[in-house]
């Protein structure tokens, strides 16, 4: 799977949008772009996907550069409980030869101050 | 719906003590995932099952640990005469092809 960069850290006020960035410059056209966060003593947690086009649901909007060699994951109105680790992962989905392996880096430690 | 269950939360052994950590995926998935998770860094991959078969073992660090899901359901992975760098939080994942649901993981400390 293709390997990600990520910020260390960031920080965000609360109320405000955080936007983390993640460059995947290597991804092949059949990997899927996911985030998953990491709030302390609890499991990493699916946050979105997608492949090309930007997605949006419920709890964050992600957004695919044309190229696919970068991408930003963006929650729109950031809380004190988005404070968390957050994971952006290249990776091909179930199927044929793949079983979806998630490999995860470092991550972006995001810190929401009130 | 219920989630991935993993038991026990934590668990303190000393060290040559063989441990046990279960793990309950969620109902229906054929998939499931184990990783280790060492203070301050990302989880890192252990073993794949697909039903009851364990297609991928590639991440296990030694022959101490041993992970098995006879039934294609629950999974237990095992880890033998345990030692001090064991010490981690052990994570399973269970999949839907599509996203990996974590359970809270279980923490080991090795004394």
């Known amino acids: 799977d293709a390997k990600t960069t990520q910020p260390t850290s960031m920080d965000c006020a609360e109320g405000r949008a955080a936007n983390l960035p993640c460059n995947h410059s290597?991804?092949?056209?059949?990997?899927?772009v996911y985030w998953y966060r990491q709030i302390h003593s609890q499991g990493p947690q699916y946050i979105i996907h997608g492949l090309k086009n930007n997605e949006t649901n419920e709890m964050a909007s992600l957004i695919i550069t044309e190229d696919r060699k970068s991408s930003t994951l963006i929650l729109p109105h950031a809380t004190l409980r988005d404070t968390a680790v957050y994971y952006c992962?290249?990776?091909?989905?179930?199927?044929?030869?793949?079983?979806?392996?998630?490999?995860f880096g470092q991550g972006t430690i995001l810190t929401v101050h009130p | 719906g219920a989630g991935v269950s993993q038991s026990p939360r934590y668990k303190v052994a000393k060290r040559g003590q063989d441990v046990a950590l279960r793990c309950d995926p969620i109902s229906g998935h054929v998939s499931l995932f184990w990783y280790q998770q060492a203070l301050g860094q990302g989880p890192e991959f252990l073993t794949y099952?697909?039903?009851?078969?364990?297609?991928?073992k590639s991440g296990l660090p030694s022959d101490r640990f041993f992970a098995e899901r006879p039934e294609g359901s629950v999974s237990t992975l095992k880890i033998q005469r345990t030692q001090q760098e064991d010490s981690a939080v052990y994570l399973c994942?269970?999949?839907?092809?599509?996203?990996?649901?974590f359970g809270s993981g279980t923490q080991l400390s090795v004394l």
């Open positions: 992962i290249v990776r091909k989905n179930a199927g044929g030869t793949s079983y979806g392996k998630l490999t």
């Open positions: 994942a269970s999949s839907d092809y599509e996203k990996l649901f």
């Open positions: 099952f697909q039903n009851e078969a364990q297609l991928d």
């Open positions: 290597t991804i092949s056209g059949n990997e899927y």
